[in-house]
């Protein structure tokens, strides 16, 4: 599996942990069984998590405009999971409101919660790996030209890095 893959593995393991500790609870007043609130949060985010780290990152977005773009669409898309899976037979419209403000809190709280535990575990890596340094690089894992474009600009600061080492947005460099 590629490092890219592996992070992503990685990334999506925390965020299911920490989404379903978060969500399944938020989740309680649909009066729902515990294992089908959980299923719901493992699949949403199945829906979700391997288009914010594969797909969004071929949009051409850079930084903060690609991370803002990618949670809002996670949020939202989590969010109509949730009101989608809420029973609501003949419900008010007040009632369908009060769901989807609901749906729409409680995906964001679990959205917010993983997407910290995330800068967390990666800030614990970063630290605990001797003679690496992060260095924002807005390409990464956007389309090959701009890596190499990357790679030609950092000229050997990369020297005893495998080929494609990458975090989430960040390439893992010796320091110097």
Same mark, same amino acid.
């Given at each position: ?10 990334? @999506? ?29 493992? *699949? ?7 288009? %914010? ?17 990618? &949670?809002? @669409?996670?949020?939202?898309? &989590? ?21 989807? *403000? ?6 964001? %709280? ?13 800030? *614990?890596v970063l630290r605990s790996t001797p003679g690496t340094r992060p260095v924002p690089d807005e390409a990464v894992p956007d389309a090959p030209v701009a890596a190499a474009? @990357? ?11 495998? &080929? ?13």
């Open positions: 599996m590629s490092p890219y893959a592996t992070a992503w593995a990685t990334a @999506f393991a925390i965020t299911i942990t920490v989404e379903v500790a978060v969500a399944v609870p938020l989740l309680a007043p649909t009066g729902v069984r515990l294992w089908r609130r959980a299923a719901l949060v493992v *699949l949403a985010n199945l829906a979700t998590h391997p288009l %914010v780290w594969f797909a969004f990152p071929q949009l051409g977005l850079f930084g903060n405009g690609r991370l803002a773009v990618s &949670e809002l @669409f996670a949020v939202a898309v &989590e969010a109509a999971a949730y009101v989608l899976f809420w029973p609501t037979s003949a419900a008010s419209p007040a009632r369908a409101k009060a769901v989807a *403000l609901h749906s729409f809190g409680t995906s964001a %709280v679990a959205n917010g919660a993983s997407f910290a535990a995330g800068l967390i575990v990666a800030v *614990l474009q @990357f790679q030609e600009a950092s000229s050997g600061a990369n020297e005893g890095v495998a &080929e494609g080492e990458r975090t989430r947005g960040y390439e893992v460099i010796q320091a110097g």
